[in-house]
């Protein structure tokens, strides 16, 4: 009988799970949206798209359940197409969670099938459906994007489960596990758990705090977090925002970023965002990936930390990174020109008598180590490309050289 009796005993999660449109919590945006889905006579094949925890697969079996009683639900790492095609008989709504966990070939399964109006799809995904689903399949789906749980969301959920379960929580508690819980319905619910069997007397916040297991801040490495993040990190080195920019890559980092990732972006972002006004913003970079490498992590950190505040800190300039696409644009509409004889090397015999290096200028031989001469190719001679901004070091490098030029 004890058996019997804990199985029955449901997760927090699945316990609270809503069963009616009117009891669902979060996305707000998507009200009107989903009561049309919910009345509609026929529901149309949906792709919901969000985070983990934001309500994808409650929305899912509220929308089928009110639409079908032959519903079968099933995770795409879970079946294989030759099983799935067996358990589709008599089906006329199928939830399928994890759909980007198909490969390109077997989300091609669905198309004649959702083609015929065989079986109406509701699927989840936590990847950019952009990138992880067929153009195909895509098209033959309404895609919804759902949100993370703001904070109200989730201090509902909190006061439900409370009142479910008749315990008091005080509201720094609340606010608390709210906060942990980074807009994840589900890692809520979890932490709500665990603090529901403490005992009473520690079921406060100090006491909380210490039990409960170490919270991380999560994203989806392979998701859009992850480049959101990423983005946020390197709009506010540009925006020279040093406390957005700490902000960001610890968000990173505490969300388990592989920390040569973020090397590199900061490499990409010396060069293309701070340049000739400090050249010395690309060593640094570079610099930090060799110390993230030599020392390793937790105390990578560090020095990604200071090379983030430096870059913020430092002047902008993208004048070196406009100049290279201003001649891409001239190249892929004009071609790649000659290369003028005097530039070309006269390694033969034949190259010489054809020309080759005749007429090349030294600049070495010059004291100043300038001579005029032209580089360009003939068909856009005095064309240019490069358009120097007047900030930091990028000034005096090129004061520098209009005194040297003469131009």
């Known amino acids: 009988m004890e058996q019997t009796a804990k199985e029955t005993i449901k997760p927090l999660p699945e316990e609270l799970r809503p069963l009616d449109l009117s009891e669902y919590v979060g996305q707000e945006h998507l009200a009107e949206q989903l009561q049309t889905l919910y009345n509609s006579p026929r529901l149309p094949s949906l792709l919901l798209f969000g985070p983990p925890g934001c309500g994808k697969s409650s929305l899912a079996l509220i929308l089928a359940g009110h639409h079908s009683k032959h519903i079968l639900r099933l995770s795409a790492p879970e079946v294989g197409l030759q099983q799935l095609r067996k358990q589709l008989q008599g089906i006329d709504i199928l939830i399928l969670d994890e759909l980007h966990r198909f490969s390109k070939a077997q989300q091609d399964f669905f198309l004649p099938i959702l083609e015929s109006g065989e079986i109406t799809l509701l699927a989840t995904t936590t990847e950019n459906p952009s990138f992880s689903v067929t153009r195909q399949l895509l098209s033959r789906l309404h895609v919804?994007?759902?949100?993370?749980?703001?904070?109200?969301?989730?201090?509902?959920?909190?006061?439900?489960?409370?009142?479910?379960k008749e315990v008091t929580l005080a509201d720094n508690l609340i606010d608390f596990l709210c906060s942990a819980s980074y807009g994840d319905a589900r890692t809520l619910f979890n932490l709500v758990e665990y603090v529901f069997s403490l005992p009473k007397e520690k079921q406060n916040l100090e006491h909380a705090q210490k039990a409960l297991p170490k919270v991380i801040a999560r994203h989806d490495k392979n998701g859009d977090s992850h480049y959101e993040l990423a983005s946020a990190l390197i709009k506010s080195i540009r925006g020279s925002d040093p406390n957005a920019a700490l902000y960001y890559l610890a968000c990173l980092l505490e969300g388990g970023e592989d920390p040569r990732f973020i090397c590199r972006r900061l490499i990409i972002s010396a060069s293309e965002d701070i340049g000739l006004a400090d050249p010395k913003a690309l060593g640094y970079a570079v610099s930090c990936q060799q110390a993230v490498e030599f020392i390793g992590m937790p105390e990578g950190h560090i020095p990604l930390a200071q090379t983030v505040v430096y870059l913020a800190l430092a002047p902008k300039s993208n004048s070196t990174y406009n100049a290279f696409h201003n001649v891409s644009q001239e190249i892929r509409k004009n071609g790649m020109q000659p290369v003028p004889l005097h530039l070309r090397n006269a390694s033969t015999k034949l190259q010489k008598e054809w020309g080759y290096k005749k007429g090349y200028l030294y600049p070495h031989d010059a004291p100043s180590g300038y001579i005029e001469q032209e580089y360009l190719p003939e068909t856009v001679v005095n064309k240019e490309y490069y358009f120097p901004k007047q900030n930091g070091e990028e000034k005096n490098l090129y004061f520098n050289w209009k005194r040297i030029t003469k131009k």
């Open 144 to 164: 919804l994007k759902l949100n993370p749980l703001h904070k109200e969301n989730l201090k509902k959920l909190v006061l439900t489960a409370c009142t479910k």
